[in-house]
């Protein structure tokens, strides 16, 4: 049987030890007042925090690393960590040293020199080509110096990088505290939902929620659709979506395939049943609420309509459990957002066991201030995502022991 090993588990002793913590840093940016770049957000960071804390506690010599926006291999100065390393130092309530790059002998250098309980970051590890090639030389100049490896990183989970995947396979690996709980909480949606068990499903393409759709009709007792793909689900029907973005030919086929298979196995597969549409894409355009089987020529859905709105949300009170992943419209557009929020403020008022799968829905929570009343917001729309349908996460399964 294979297990996960945490930074936290009995018996495991940090006194000393060089450890390369992997973070996921890839916080936003903005230009100050000063002219100087400086985080936009700093959830991502403040989300590292209590691994690195338990590790400073517990006498670790400390490097944590990370990515940074799409250098591809070359340095690029605005995308240095130096703003998430400032944040960092003041989360942490200590020095948090930049280092000139992530790998070389005056890192491994400074590395050896580290005393416990201090922290240094490498600089942006996509600086290097060989970081997203999961080139071995790279991965073994990364390694150097250190004797523990730690991935807190589950956002770049789903990612078979050097610094997600080789570096765990040759140093004593273990997984952060917010890695641990990202797969405790997602892999416990899978196997062991309280029931019943609903899925809130937005997002514009039927064909890129395919393989989560497919996976939670054998496990969820009811699935909500919403977002733009719900447009292709109604075209499949023969309904008229007006200009709705909508996918054409073989995405109408899955669409109705879906909905065949939801049938077989007795998961209720629900559509909206008004749709809220605009006469142009525009916070200021004309918006009509029809019924969702008759949007007009001209018209698009923006939104689903408020007696969906409604009813997904008396769905979701009565759920044991519920799994969010994707607006239910163009929430960043005011006027298209309510339909967004009934899901949000449902599932905050809700005593289910409420998870949102990052991304899109995660930035809407945020957006609303009702992040913290749900049981897990996660830091990884990718990759809860892809655990979602069932796939294996490198990173993750480069840290499982027998």
């Known amino acids: 049987m294979t297990r996960l090993v945490q930074v936290d588990s009995p018996g495991r002793s940090w006194a000393g030890e060089r450890v390369l913590v992997r973070a996921d840093l890839n916080a936003p940016l903005e230009v100050g007042a000063d002219g100087c770049p400086r985080v936009a957000d700093d959830a991502r960071i403040r989300a590292s925090v209590p691994t690195l804390r338990f590790l400073l506690d517990s006498g670790a010599c400390v490097a944590v690393c990370s990515h940074l926006g799409r250098p591809r291999g070359q340095r690029v100065d605005d995308l240095s ?64 110096g250190f004797t523990r490896y730690v991935n807190d990183a589950f956002g770049a989970a789903h990612r078979a990088h050097a610094s997600t995947e080789a570096v765990a396979r040759r140093l004593d690996s273990s997984a952060g505290l917010l890695l641990a709980r990202e797969v405790e909480v ?50 499949a029907l023969g309904d008229s979506v007006g200009t709705s973005l909508h996918e054409d030919g073989n995405a109408q086929a899955l669409a109705l395939r879906l909905l065949e298979r939801a049938a077989r196995v007795n998961c209720t597969l629900q559509l909206p049943t008004d749709i809220l549409v605009a006469d142009r894409f525009d916070a200021g355009a004309n918006l009509r609420v ?38 239910m419209g163009a929430f960043e557009i005011p006027p298209f957002a309510d339909g967004t929020r009934a899901v949000a403020e449902a599932m905050a008022a809700s005593s289910a066991v409420t998870v949102a799968g990052g991304g899109d829905s995660g930035a809407a929570l945020g957006d609303m201030g009702l992040a913290d009343r749900l049981t897990w917001v996660s830091t990884g729309g990718g990759a809860a995502l892809e655990m979602m349908e069932g796939r294996a996460l490198p990173g993750v399964a480069a840290l499982l022991r027998s």
Not at 207 to 220: E, G
Not at 308 to 325: D, Q
């Open 81 to 144: 960590l130096a703003p998430c390393a400032e944040r960092l130092a003041d989360l942490l309530g200590q020095p948090v040293e930049l280092l000139p790059d992530s790998v070389g002998p005056g890192v491994a250098t400074r590395v050896r020199a580290l005393g416990p309980g201090e922290i240094v970051m490498l600089e942006n590890l996509r600086f290097h080509a060989g970081e997203e090639a999961n080139a071995a030389a790279f991965a073994d100049d990364l390694a150097a």
């Open 290 to 327: 029809v019924p969702s089987d008759g949007i007009p020529p001209g018209w698009m859905g923006v939104d689903i309509g408020p007696r969906t709105a409604a009813a997904y949300r008396e769905v979701i009170m009565g759920a044991g459990t519920v799994f969010w992943n994707g607006p």
């Open 186 to 235: 997602l892999g416990g949606l899978l196997d062991d939902p309280a029931p019943p068990f609903v899925a809130v499903l937005g997002g514009s393409k039927v064909s890129d929620k395919l393989p989560l759709i497919d996976n939670l009709l054998d496990r969820a007792d009811r699935i909500l659709i919403g977002g733009a793909m719900c447009f292709t689900f109604l075209r």
